[in-house]
């Protein structure tokens, strides 16, 4: 008897936690309603099964429950054609009513409309990059054969067709609102996926070859690009944004943008001009970008010059050195405005990359190399390498020989939210996942006293 009420308390309470669940659909923003319909239904058919199969278990255990004075033996019946006939003709139903409609939907899924306008995601541990056709309408061949630091998008630099492509280098799209739109999907390395859930589809990105599919957004708003392949450590930070918006805004940013020719042909950085513009710099950086702990300067030797370009940047829009708890990077907010133009910016950062790299003087007493190098072992070195010297793959700056105690305040700031959580850091939010997975203070020390000996 108890065990017949527990499962029909069950029963109830599994379907009224369904209908009051907070996790539930978003909001639909594409016009693949029909997919909220085969899940829907599919829900009701399982649903139902659950219910009945449930109920009448029950029933069972209630109805034929052992009486005093009773035999216990149970009768045998193993044939019943009229039971039998009745179970596989209501399975049949349900398992079409299941399967039929899926097969509808993936037909229109798999049959792009014509005017449809392209966009290409590429994915890569644990990045995004998008490219648009130019005014040719037509997107270059591409290849990971053509992948080099320049063009990490893997572009044809021969093929015609690809010079005039928009290509973006950062987690971040827009699309027009009403306008059909097939994304095609390519993979640097391992099996990615591109989900955006309001949009109701999803599709793998498979190494080696072209995957696509095709949409409608319905509604303006930003939404979460998110990776729905186990891809690696860095799976769960691996996200971008998408922006639906009205076809001219979509089109302002879009021209916005640069053409991979463009990207090709930036002039070679001035050495001459960035010697020039560090002079400011280098009251604080010192003169060989040495650091001055005294200052609150960190060594800027040994960085590469795509990082400390978008450093610059960051702290030229506010994305660094505007929160009110960060008072040396708000120091050297209008610090960065001396270099403002992206020549200037490129400038600085070529000759501030030129200067001998000497390792910083170690300046941490606390922390466990050993117990660090597990740590970063495990979370750190897929992206910024083994040997902490950074990579443009994966958009991380060089460690080994950078000032310790520096690294040490950056650390706090990712976990305290006083760095990378700007909705325009771009990888910010990464490195705030990654040092909060570290569970100490004491485990930052550790991981950096491990980077210390790497110098
Ligand atoms: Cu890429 Cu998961």
């Known amino acids: 008897m108890a065990i017949a009420v527990v499962i029909v308390l069950l029963v109830i309470g599994s379907v009224v936690f ?17 997919i909220d319909f085969t899940i829907n239904l599919t829900f009701w058919v399982t649903g139902f099964v659950f219910v009945a199969v449930n109920l009448f ?53 798999v049959t792009v409309p014509d005017e449809a306008l392209e966009f290409e995601a590429f994915g890569s541990q644990w ?37 005039d492509d928009r290509v973006i280098k950062k987690p971040f799209m827009m699309l027009p609102v009403d306008q059909p739109a097939k994304v095609l999907l390519r ?14 589809v999803k599709m793998d990105m498979v190494p080696g070859m072209v995957s696509y599919m095709w949409l409608t957004p319905t509604r303006t708003g930003v ?10 450590i860095g799976h769960h930070i691996m996200r971008a944004r998408i922006e639906v918006a009205e076809e001219d805004e979509f089109q302002a940013w879009l021209q916005s943008q640069p053409t991979f020719a463009e990207t090709q042909a930036q002039p070679d950085a001035d050495l001459n001009a960035g010697r020039q513009a560090y002079v400011v710099c280098a009251s604080c950086h010192g003169q060989q970008g040495e650091g001055n702990r005294a200052m609150n300067a960190p060594k800027l030797a040994g960085l590469q010059p795509w990082y400390i370009d978008r450093q610059l ?51 941490l007493a606390e922390g466990d190399p050993a117990r660090g190098m597990r740590i970063y072992k495990a979370n750190c070195a897929s992206c ?19 000032d310790d105690w520096y690294m040490a305040i950056q650390l706090q700031h990712y976990r305290d939210g006083i760095r990378g959580d700007h909705r325009d850091d771009d990888y910010g939010y990464q490195m705030t996942s990654m040092v909060k997975a570290m569970r100490t203070q004491q485990q930052q020390n550790d991981v950096i006293s491990y980077i210390n000996t790497l110098r």
Not at 18 to 34: L, R
Not at 223 to 232: K, M, N, P, R, W
Not at 339 to 345: E, G, I, L, T, Y
């Open 18 to 34: 369904h209908f009051v669940s907070p996790w539930w659909f978003t909001e639909i923003a594409s016009h693949w309603t029909n």
């Open 57 to 109: 278990l029950a029933y069972s255990v209630y109805r034929f429950r052992q009486r005093k004075g009773e035999a216990s033996k149970a009768v045998y019946e193993p044939e019943n054609a009229r039971l039998e006939t009745g179970l596989t003709v209501l399975t049949t139903l349900g398992v079409a009513a299941m399967l039929a409609p899926g097969l509808f939907v993936w037909a229109q899924f």
């Open 127 to 163: 990045q995004w990059a998008f490219r648009y056709p130019g005014d040719d309408g037509v997107l270059g061949t591409a290849d990971i054969q053509y992948i080099t630091e320049t063009n990490p998008w893997g572009i044809n630099p021969d093929d015609p067709n690809g010079q």
């Open 187 to 200: 993979s640097r390395d391992v099996l990615h996926n591109y989900t955006v859930p309001q949009f109701r």
């Open 223 to 232: 939404f979460d690009i998110l990776c729905e392949q186990y891809c690696g």
């Open 313 to 363: 940047r960051y702290y030229q829009t506010g994305v660094r050195g505007a929160h009110e708890d960060d008072a040396f990077g708000r120091m050297m907010a209008p610090m960065a405005n001396t270099v403002a133009s992206p020549d200037a910016r490129a400038n600085v950062s070529a000759y501030i990359a030129s200067l001998a790299d000497t390792p910083a003087a170690i300046t």
């Open 384 to 402: 910024h390498g083994d040997d902490a010297k950074g990579s443009w793959a994966t958009d991380a700056p060089a460690l080994a020989g950078m």
